[in-house]
């Protein structure tokens, strides 16, 4: 199972942004999904997370810019992030809990994503 990050990049102040991140593998089920984000010489921090069934929770920081929403046909999350500010600029992870299956049992599974750098800056 692993998780695969993408759309992260340079934008100016105010711009937008989409990240996604699909989730491949022998997956039973995703239960909650996340975004979390590490700057330079600072702890990683939840960003926004959505359960199976769509509930929401934010950091109080992106409230009203960030938007998470996932497909759970194609096993992916998005971060829809607006009004980016240069203090968003930071590396983003994207995390899955996944019930996994195998031949022989059925597991939870941590997984992660590879991270992509997002950089708001003139």
């Known amino acids: 199972v692993q998780l695969q990050a993408s759309g992260g990049g340079l934008v100016q102040p105010g711009g937008s942004l989409r990240l996604a991140c699909a989730a491949s593998?022998?997956?039973?089920?995703?239960?909650?999904m996340a975004w979390y984000r590490q700057a330079p010489g600072n702890q990683r921090e939840l960003v926004a997370e959505i359960t199976i069934g769509g509930v929401t929770n934010y950091a109080d920081s992106v409230k009203g810019r960030f938007t998470i929403f996932r497909d759970n046909a194609k096993n992916t999350v998005y971060l829809q992030m607006n009004s980016l500010k240069p203090e968003d600029t930071a590396v983003y992870y994207c995390?899955?809990?996944?019930?996994?299956?195998?031949?022989?049992?059925?597991?939870?599974?941590?997984?992660w994503g590879q991270g992509t750098q997002v950089t708001v800056s003139s």
């Open positions: 593998g022998s997956i039973f089920r995703i239960n909650a």
């Open positions: 995390y899955a809990g996944i019930v996994v299956f195998t031949s022989t049992r059925v597991y939870d599974y941590d997984a």
